[in-house]
Nanobody, 127 residues
Framework: QVQVMESGGGLVQAGGSLRLSCTAS????????MSWFRQAPGKEREGVSC?????????EYEDSVKYRFAISSENAKKKVYLHMNSLQPEDTAMYYC???????????????????WGRGTQVTVSS
């Protein structure tokens, strides 16, 4: 049984940092792309960042988080991390980790491309 679980969310002041962690079990990690999505109240779920499980050579970021967020992985532990710096109130959202198989037609920032999702961890940035 595949399980994806996030941790590390919380309340932080603007300009602060957080590290989110995601653990995936029950799947062959190197066969999947692992991504972070976020969803704020009243908004659509959006892709934040993606890393390939085969070695981290393919990395993507949503434009607004480039140079502030960094994604990394520990394949042996089946973990993915999202290091978030210079957080702003507009980063406030529920953050989700997801596993997608990739392949033909792969679009990392499209939620429907992902087979497995965690329940999310809340990130709140105060001004």
């Amino acid at each position: 049984q595949v399980q994806v679980m996030e941790s590390g969310g919380g309340l932080v002041q603007a300009g602060g940092s957080l590290r989110l962690s995601c653990t995936a079990s029950g799947l062959t990690f190197e066969n999947y792309h692992m991504s972070w999505f976020r969803q704020a109240p009243g908004k659509e779920r959006e892709g934040v960042s993606c890393i390939d499980g085969a070695g981290g050579r393919e990395i993507e970021y949503e434009d607004s988080v480039k140079y502030r967020f960094a994604i990394s992985s520990e394949n042996a532990k089946k973990k993915v991390y999202l290091h978030m710096n210079s957080l702003q109130p507009e980063d406030t959202a529920m953050y989700y980790c997801a596993a997608g198989f990739g392949g033909m037609g792969w679009q990392w920032n499209q939620p429907h491309k992902y087979a497995y999702w965690g329940r999310g961890t809340q990130v709140t940035v105060s001004s």
